[in-house]
């Protein structure tokens, strides 16, 4: 089993920054891929950023330039770093842990950290 603890949401304002941070423990495989994803009121979870032992990154669309997701492997953390904010960034910001084994892949979820973007 995986457990994954977020911290690093609240309240800011529209254009302002945040970095979450996530931390993972337990049954973690040597080969891994961590991200994040969000989920706001009555739309479905989607992608935000996810990156590979490799240190290969992929970005939505909607986040590209603005936010930063790197990790630490040494830790099995990783993190994202969230700037130029928009109220469109408001969700809960979940981590997430893919074990991978060959082609198989588990995935586990942390509990999620809510980020909101208001005046």
């Known amino acids: 089993q995986v457990s994954l603890v977020e911290s690093g949401g609240g309240l800011v304002e529209p254009g302002g920054s945040l970095r979450l941070s996530c931390e993972a423990s337990g049954s973690i495989y040597s080969s891994y891929a961590m991200g994040w994803y969000r989920q706001a009121p009555g739309k479905q979870r989607e992608l935000v950023a996810d990156?590979?032992?490799?240190?290969?990154?992929r970005y939505a669309e909607f986040v590209k330039g603005r936010f930063t997701i790197s990790r630490d492997n040494a830790k099995n953390a990783v993190y994202l770093q969230m700037n130029s904010l928009k109220p469109e960034d408001t969700a809960v910001y979940y981590c997430?842990?893919?074990?991978?084994?060959?082609?198989?892949?588990?995935?586990?979820w942390g509990r999620g950290t809510l980020v909101t973007v208001s005046s």
């Open positions: 990156i590979t032992n490799s240190d290969s990154a």
């Open positions: 997430k842990l893919r074990n991978i084994f060959g082609t198989v892949g588990i995935d586990y």
